[in-house]
T-cell receptor, first 116, second 114 residues
Framework: QQQVKQSPQSLIVQKGGIPIINCAYE??????FPWYQQFPGKGPALLIA?????SEKKEGRFTISFNKSAKQFSLHIMDSQPGDSATYFC???????????????FGEGTQLTVNP | ETGVTQSPTHLIKTRGQQVTLRCSSQ?????VSWYQQALGQGPQFIFQ???????GRGNFPPRFSGLQFPNYSSELNVNALELDDSALYLC?????????????FGPGTRLTVT
């Protein structure tokens, strides 16, 4: 019940294209869904996050779409650029109990390549 | 940059040795979480510290232990190193242990066990 499934594993688009990365979760107790961007040799950087009371959130060129009934959420990158080439991770967490904390459960990652 | 710092950047150890990794949290954050990221995989939760006490643990054996100090910085200790412990170790700081909130990651420590 703690898994987050992410697809595709890799994605190649042309500059200006709109890559879409999808995630599905099982645990209905999850109520916070962030996306992270990671460059080689670096730590994950928080891009954007959503809570299940909204269906869409935009920040700059990044948009999260959220479907609570389907237990799915996705990241869209508008007007993608070669500098967006990185690995993207979705994650989920739930309210922490006294002894469990608010841990992040990550998807397996999507390696995005944006060609010039 | 997140303001979360980690040291050292890289480390090479021999199987059976012990290692200590360090993390300084972002200003204003009182919670530190540690994650292990194997090559090509997503980060896996090790444990979380809040006000100097462990506050949740993932599926890692007791040879993984930690500390948090009054200034909210933290250490991860791994005893009896195994080859499979080779990974990028990430710490993340956040503002509140209880409510899901933004976790900001440091650059990580790359540990290689030979």
């Amino acid at each position: 019940q703690q898994q987050v499934k992410q697809s595709p594993q890799s994605l190649i688009v042309q500059k200006g294209g709109i890559p879409i990365i999808n995630c599905a979760y099982e645990n209905t107790a999850f109520d916070y869904f962030p996306w992270y961007q990671q460059f080689p040799g670096k730590g994950p950087a928080l891009l954007i996050a959503i809570r299940p009371d909204v269906s869409e959130k935009k920040e700059g060129r990044f948009t999260i779409s959220f479907n609570k009934s389907a237990k799915q959420f996705s990241l869209h990158i508008m007007d993608s650029q070669p500098g967006d080439s990185a690995t993207y991770f979705c994650a989920a967490s739930r309210p922490g109990a006294e002894t469990s904390g608010s841990r992040l459960t990550f998807g397996e990652g999507t390696q995005l390549t944006v060609n010039p | 940059e997140t303001g979360v710092t980690q040291s050292p950047t890289h480390l090479i150890k021999t199987r059976g040795q012990q290692v200590t990794l360090r993390c300084s949290s972002q200003s204003g954050h009182n919670t530190v979480s540690w994650y292990q990221q194997a090559l090509g995989q997503g980060p896996q939760f090790i444990f979380q510290y809040y006000r100097e006490e462990e506050n949740g643990r993932g599926n890692f054996p007791p040879r993984f232990s930690g500390l948090q100090f009054p200034n909210y910085s933290s250490e991860l200790n791994v005893n009896a190193l195994e080859l499979d412990d080779s990974a990028l170790y990430l710490c993340a700081s956040s503002r509140d242990r209880g409510l899901p909130s933004a976790q900001y990651f440091g650059p990580g420590t790359r540990l290689t066990v030979t």
